[in-house]
């Protein structure tokens, strides 16, 4: 079985920092990608940042230049960055790991975490 397994959510002050973290359990094989996606109140679950086992990143155009994505696949584990937060950032931040192969199923699936709250004051 895979866990995933996010910290660092909070509230912060706009203009201010926040460091996500995610930490995938279980008979891991190989993750292919891992990203971030947050979803407001009311609002759909959208990407916010994705990275390959390539180290090859893609962002939402709304974080570009103020997050950072990175990942150590030693530790089964991604990060985001948040710098210069908004109000407009305030959701759940959700972790999730794609591709994902277990030493005991030859087949690939995605994993989603639980989330974490991000809350950014004006």
Known sequence: QV???????GLVQAGGSLRLSCVASGSIKSINAMA???QAPGKQRDL????TSSRRTT????????????????KKAVYLQMDSL??????VYYCKAEGVVIWT???AWDYWGQ????????
Do not use: M
């Open 105 to 107: 199923f030859p087949e």
């Open 3 to 9: 866990r995933l397994v996010e910290s660092g959510g």
């Open 36 to 38: 971030w996606y947050r």
């Open 48 to 51: 916010v940042a994705r990275i």
């Open 59 to 74: 962002y939402a155009d709304s974080v570009k230049g103020r997050f950072t994505i990175s990942r150590d696949n030693a």
């Open 86 to 91: 908004k109000p407009e950032d305030t959701a």
């Open 115 to 122: 989330g974490t709250q991000v809350t950014v004051s004006s």
